[in-house]
């Protein structure tokens, strides 16, 4: 239900304008009504390769990080260390994730015909979106809104990390 969040975020209200939803279960009722059950899911697949990417970024950032830091003598195993590492990869997972947010966004946001038609819509599907932006925005474009996404995803990888190394340690399993 990723696009219902994403689209009352994205709801302003000014003055004259009434706002979209009234909540989410508003939301959910009116978007299942105008776009049908496609309309719920719609953003998944960038959804998809958005978990994906992260995953495959913070794990091996964190890791590399940790253990370039480690073989150059610059800091010794413990809080320092594991906190330094996870800032890094939640960095870096900001880095490649942001391009994917924006495009999922956009997806999500775009407006429909009733009954969930796509006839006039701005994008077809994730590549389009993409293309779109690169040709009208250029690649900074694709890192609107990096800082508030850094801002999120690095107290996130942070303390994933340092529960993960103070667990290792706990049950007594070496550092890798």
């Not at 975020?9 to 706002?19: L, S």
């Not at 610059?74 to 320092?80: I, K, R």
């Not at 508030?148 to 303390?159: A, E, F, K």
């Not at 994933?160 to 070496?174: S, Y």
Request: aromatic share 8%; charged share 20%; glycine share 10%.
């Amino acid at each position: 239900m990723d696009v219902i969040k994403v689209r009352m975020q994205a709801c302003r209200q000014r003055h004259h304008e009434h706002r979209r939803y009234r909540g989410t279960f508003h939301a959910l009722k009116e978007i299942f009504k105008l776009e049908g059950l496609k309309g719920l899911y719609k953003g998944m697949g960038p959804t998809v390769k958005r978990a994906a990417i992260l995953t495959a970024t913070q794990i091996p950032a964190y890791d590399h990080t940790k253990h370039t830091i480690l073989n150059h003598g610059l800091m010794s195993e413990g809080a320092l260390l594991h906190v330094t590492a996870s800032m890094t990869a939640g960095f870096m997972t900001a880095v490649t994730t942001s391009p994917v947010d924006v495009v999922k966004t956009r997806i999500m946001n775009q407006k429909v015909a009733g009954g969930g038609l796509s006839h006039g819509l701005v994008y077809r599907n994730a590549f389009d979106c993409l293309f779109k932006t690169l040709r009208s925005e250029g690649v900074l474009g694709l890192y609107k809104g990096f800082i508030p996404n850094w801002m999120r995803l690095g107290p996130h990888t942070i303390v994933t990390f340092f529960v993960f190394e103070q667990l290792r340690r706990l049950i007594g399993m070496r550092p890798v």
